[in-house]
């Protein structure tokens, strides 16, 4: 984990100097821009990155979608024979060129990146010994800086539920940061469903009640988990996973229209015709129809 540690701070610290040219050490409206612009640009160099992992992604999907008919038919023929079913599947996947793992990889990868940056702004405390500030190759001066950094008054380090006397190290007032706190916390909140949202519509609606039932818990159930897990993100990664979400939305409407999902049953299923995402009331029939 060191080397993700190091490799975050490496990112981070070369569009903290970046942006240093534009603004300096000056703090503008109480933010310090070129630390909260750093972590911004370090999620856009992850994710341009990883953006052909991604189209690869896309078209293992769409080739996944197009496999369905016949994986069904497997299914159907092997019901009672898991072990003839397995090695049906892995003939067809090898035969077709279609990988089921490939549609994990990109959130795989994002993975250790989320947590290497969890991780580095933790480490941001003005009270750390000097030894340790210079972890991840930090200097001194860039880790004191960092770790004063502000977002409209309130310390990137600090979280909602800071303890006042995490506050008062870092010189910060407790109302500032909880309302940025929870300003960003809804701000993600929202991004994490609009995003999960346009995901669905990349594939369409499931048939299958277990397999809606995980997309509506996708929908509904991560959103719901970050208005928790929130509270103890520290605000510079909250602005990293807003940025990512926003990335994302933009992304997937790109991919929506390079890559438009296929017809399901003759129709194509593009979107939930119901407030919050629920899928249209036609697609909740057509299991019943068929019985």
Known sequence: MALIYAGISAILLFWHRAWQLVFADTARWG?????????????????????????????????????????????????????????????LYR?????????????LVQIPVFLGLF???RHLKPAMPEHLKTLYGWTVTQFDSASSATLFGAPVAASFRSTGAELAVLGADGVTVRLVALI???????????????MILRTGWAEEPQQRMMQRLMLYGIPASLLVSGLIFPIGVIIYWVTTNLFSLGQQTWILHRYPPPPANGTTETAPATPGGSPPASAERKPNKRR
């Open 31 to 91: 933010t310090d821009w070129s630390w909260v612009l750093g972590i911004v640009f370090l999620v856009l160099t992850v994710r341009v990155v990883l953006f052909p992992i991604f189209v690869k992604q896309i078209k293992a999907q769409r080739a996944m979608q197009a496999l369905q008919p016949q994986i069904k038919a497997l299914q159907d023929k092997h019901r009672d024979d898991r072990e003839t079913l397995q090695k049906e599947l892995v003939e």
């Open 95 to 107: 035969t077709e060129r279609a990988n089921p793992l490939m549609g994990c990889l990109p959130m």
């Open 184 to 198: 960003l916390i809804a701000m993600m909140v929202v991004t994490t469903y609009l995003s999960s949202r346009q």
């Open 119 to 121: 991780h580095v702004l």
